[in-house]
Nanobody, 126 residues
């Protein structure tokens, strides 16, 4: 069975850093896409970043470019989201999701993803 487990969330001060991890398993194909999404109170769920397992192609929403970095370690089936220069607007529940059929144009669209983790809370506050 496909499963994804997020970890690494917590409380951090503005300007600080945090690294999230997504451990995933159960895929029977080598190529799929892993995405990070977030949802804050009163807002729609939005795509943050994505990465292709096979090619390493990445996508970022404009508001996090230059601050967040997504990476992968295929040997242990883990995807990371390094978050630097955190702002209060980054506060949200962060979700890891996977799809084996998403293309570049849909990489940050929640409705394109089928499998989801349970989420991890990130709070940026002084």
């Amino acid at each position: 069975q496909l499963q994804l487990v997020e970890s690494g969330g917590g409380l951090v001060q503005p300007g600080g850093s945090l690294r999230l991890s997504c451990a995933h398993s159960g895929f029977t194909v080598d190529d799929y896409t892993i995405g990070w999404f977030r949802q804050a109170p009163g807002k729609e769920r939005e795509g943050v970043a994505s990465i292709s397992r096979s090619t390493g192609r990445t996508n970022y929403r404009p508001s996090v470019k230059g601050r967040f970095t997504i990476s992968r370690d295929n040997a242990i089936n883990t995807v990371y989201l390094q978050m630097n220069s955190l702002k209060s607007d980054d506060t949200a529940v962060y979700y890891c999701a996977a799809s084996n059929n998403v293309g570049i144009l849909g990489a940050l669209l929640p409705n394109k993803y089928t499998y989801w983790g349970q989420g991890t809370q990130v709070t940026v506050s002084s």
